[in-house]
C-alpha cells in the first residue's frame, strides 16, 4: 500500500513542480528579454530533464548500463509520442505561431549523429567528449541568439507582444523561487514515481530491460509531460515544443555524454535494429507541425501520437 501512496504523492510533485518551472521561465525570459522559446529550450529543458541523468549515471554504476540507454532512448520517443500527444487531447497546440524550425533541424541532425555513434559502440569516454563538445556548441549558439534578440528587444520595446499568463512586474525573488523549487520538485517527485513503479513491476516480474525502455522511460518524461500539459493549458506552445525539443538534444548529448564518462554502454542489437529508429521516426513525425503553417497540434493528432505510443510500448513488451 505504502509504494501505492508513494506513486501518487511523485505525481503530485511533478505537476506542481512543472506548473511552477514553467511560470518562472516565462517570466525570467520577460524580465531579461529572451523569448520564452529560448528559455524552454534552456533553463526547462533542463530541469525537466535531470531524472534521466541522475538515472542513467546511478544504473552505470550499478553495472547496468544498458538500463541508461534504454532509458534515454525510450524517454526521447516518449517525449514526442507521449508529452505531445497528451497535451494536445487537453488543448489545442497553435505550433504554426511560433518558428522552431532551427531547433527542430538540430535535434534531428543529433539524433543521427548519436545513431551514428552506436554503429561503432560500446560508447566510451571519447563518445562521451564528443557529445558534450557538441552540447558546448549548440548552447554557445543559443546564448548568441539570446543575446541578439535582447539588442533587438531594446529597439521595439513597444512592440513586444505580452506572453499570456505572465506578469511583467513579478519580483525576482519569486521568478527565482519559482525555477529553483521547479528543477528541485522535478527530479524529486520523478525519482519518487519510478522508485514506486519499479518495484510494483518487478513484483509481476518484468524484465530490467523492458523496464528501462518502458516503465522508466515513461516514468522519467513525466516532468516533460507535467510542464508540457500545464504549458498547453497556459495556451504556451512555443513553451511545449522547446520544452520537448530542448529535452531530446540534451537527453543525447548531455546525459548519454556523462554516462559514457562515468563507464562504457554496451549497444545491444535490439536498440540498433528497432529502438532507434523508432526514436528517430517519432522525431521525423514532428516535421509537418514545424514547417508548415497548415498543420497544428489538434485533438486528432494528439490522439494518434498517444495511439502510436501505446503501440510502440507494446511492440517493446512483445519483444521484451
Same mark, same amino acid.
Not at 507582444?161 to 520538485?185: C, H, N, R, T, Y
Not at 521525423?284 to 489538434?298: C, Q
Given at each position: 500500500?505504502?509504494?501505492?501512496?508513494?506513486?501518487?504523492?511523485?505525481?503530485a510533485?511533478?505537476?506542481?513542480?512543472?506548473?511552477?518551472?514553467v511560470r518562472g521561465a516565462v517570466n525570467?525570459?520577460?524580465?531579461? =528579454?529572451?523569448?520564452? #522559446?529560448?528559455v524552454?529550450?534552456?533553463i526547462?529543458a533542463?530541469?525537466?530533464? +535531470?531524472?534521466?541523468?541522475?538515472?542513467?549515471?546511478?544504473?552505470?554504476?550499478a553495472?547496468v548500463?544498458?538500463?541508461?540507454?534504454?532509458?534515454?532512448?525510450?524517454?526521447?520517443?516518449?517525449?514526442?509520442l507521449?508529452?505531445?500527444?497528451?497535451p +494536445? #487531447?487537453?488543448?489545442?497546440?497553435?505550433?504554426?505561431?511560433?518558428?522552431?524550425r532551427k531547433?527542430?533541424?538540430?535535434?534531428?541532425?543529433?539524433?543521427?549523429f548519436?545513431?551514428?555513434?552506436c554503429?561503432?559502440?560500446?560508447?566510451?569516454?571519447w563518445?562521451?567528449?564528443?557529445?558534450?563538445a557538441?552540447?558546448?556548441?549548440?548552447l554557445?549558439?543559443?546564448a548568441?541568439?539570446?543575446?541578439?534578440?535582447?539588442?533587438?528587444?531594446?529597439?521595439?520595446?513597444?512592440?513586444?507582444?505580452?506572453?499570456?499568463g505572465?506578469?511583467?512586474s513579478?519580483a525576482?525573488?519569486?521568478i527565482a523561487?519559482?525555477?529553483?523549487?521547479g528543477?528541485i =520538485?522535478?527530479?524529486?517527485g520523478?525519482?519518487?514515481?519510478?522508485?514506486?513503479?519499479?518495484?510494483?513491476?518487478?513484483?509481476f516480474?518484468?524484465?530490467?530491460?523492458?523496464?528501462?525502455?518502458t516503465?522508466?522511460?515513461?516514468?522519467?518524461?513525466?516532468p516533460?509531460?507535467?510542464?508540457t500539459?500545464?504549458?498547453?493549458?497556459?495556451?504556451?506552445a512555443?513553451?511545449?515544443?522547446g520544452?520537448?525539443?530542448?529535452?531530446?538534444i540534451?537527453?543525447?548529448?548531455?546525459?548519454?555524454?556523462?554516462?559514457?564518462?562515468v563507464?562504457?554502454?554496451?549497444v545491444?542489437w535490439?536498440?540498433?535494429?528497432y529502438?532507434?529508429w523508432?526514436?528517430?521516426?517519432a522525431?521525423?513525425?514532428?516535421?509537418?507541425?514545424v514547417?508548415?503553417r497548415?498543420?497544428e497540434?489538434?485533438?486528432?493528432?494528439?490522439?494518434?501520437?498517444?495511439?502510436?505510443?501505446?503501440?510502440?510500448i507494446?511492440m517493446?513488451v512483445?519483444h521484451?
Amino acid at each position: 500500500m505504502l509504494v501505492w501512496l508513494t506513486l501518487v504523492l511523485g505525481l503530485a510533485i511533478l505537476l506542481l513542480a512543472g506548473d511552477l518551472l514553467v511560470r518562472g521561465a516565462v517570466n525570467l525570459s520577460l524580465r531579461v =528579454g529572451v523569448p520564452a #522559446l529560448i528559455v524552454s529550450l534552456t533553463i526547462v529543458a533542463f530541469g525537466t530533464s +535531470a531524472p534521466e541523468l541522475l538515472i542513467s549515471v546511478d544504473a552505470v554504476l550499478a553495472g547496468v548500463p544498458g538500463l541508461a540507454i534504454g532509458n534515454v532512448v525510450g524517454s526521447n520517443t516518449a517525449n514526442i509520442l507521449l508529452v505531445l500527444g497528451v497535451p +494536445a #487531447l487537453i488543448s489545442k497546440l497553435h505550433t504554426a505561431a511560433f518558428d522552431t524550425r532551427k531547433d527542430y533541424v538540430t535535434m534531428i541532425g543529433v539524433t543521427l549523429f548519436f545513431i551514428a555513434l552506436c554503429f561503432t559502440a560500446p560508447l566510451t569516454w571519447w563518445h562521451g567528449l564528443l557529445l558534450l563538445a557538441l552540447l558546448a556548441l549548440i548552447l554557445w549558439d543559443q546564448a548568441r541568439q539570446a543575446l541578439a534578440h535582447r539588442r533587438a528587444s531594446k529597439a521595439r520595446q513597444a512592440e513586444e507582444e505580452e506572453v499570456e499568463g505572465a506578469d511583467p512586474s513579478m519580483a525576482g525573488w519569486k521568478i527565482a523561487s519559482f525555477l529553483l523549487l521547479g528543477i528541485i =520538485g522535478l527530479p524529486l517527485g520523478a525519482n519518487m514515481f519510478v522508485d514506486s513503479a519499479v518495484e510494483i513491476a518487478e513484483q509481476f516480474g518484468v524484465s530490467d530491460s523492458v523496464i528501462g525502455l518502458t516503465l522508466v522511460a515513461a516514468g522519467t518524461s513525466l516532468p516533460e509531460l507535467a510542464t508540457t500539459v500545464v504549458a498547453a493549458i497556459r495556451r504556451q506552445a512555443d513553451v511545449a515544443l522547446g520544452n520537448v525539443i530542448g529535452s531530446n538534444i540534451f537527453n543525447l548529448l548531455a546525459i548519454m555524454g556523462v554516462t559514457t564518462l562515468v563507464g562504457p554502454v554496451p549497444v545491444v542489437w535490439p536498440f540498433l535494429a528497432y529502438d532507434l529508429w523508432a526514436m528517430l521516426g517519432a522525431a521525423l513525425l514532428m516535421a509537418p507541425f514545424v514547417f508548415s503553417r497548415k498543420w497544428e497540434l489538434t485533438r486528432r493528432w494528439g490522439f494518434l501520437l498517444s495511439v502510436l505510443y501505446v503501440l510502440y510500448i507494446i511492440m517493446v513488451v512483445l519483444h521484451g
